[in-house]
């Protein structure tokens, strides 16, 4: 399972992906075909978000009631 931040950064990377698809489709230069595209990925990726929503909300209330722990990666600079 994920910890809590990289469900947040999975969070993050879906937003930014509906942002960009809302972007475009307020481009008056795709064709209604291209729209239609667009509105199927933007319902795939709201989807994603709503699972990934469920999971950071499961995620944290293990760790709130002690069920689990959020694991962190030590980092360490190698250059």
Known sequence: MYSVGE??????????KVF???E???N??????????IFN???????NKAILVGFLDTK????????EKNQLLKIIKTY
């Open 28 to 37: 008056k230069k795709i064709s209604k075909k291209e729209k239609v595209l």
């Open 7 to 16: 469900l947040i950064d999975r969070l993050i990377i879906e937003d930014i």
């Open 24 to 26: 475009t489709v307020h």
């Open 41 to 47: 990925k933007l319902n795939i990726f709201n989807n």
């Open 60 to 67: 944290i209330n293990n760790i709130l009631d002690g069920k």
């Open 20 to 22: 960009n698809l809302r």
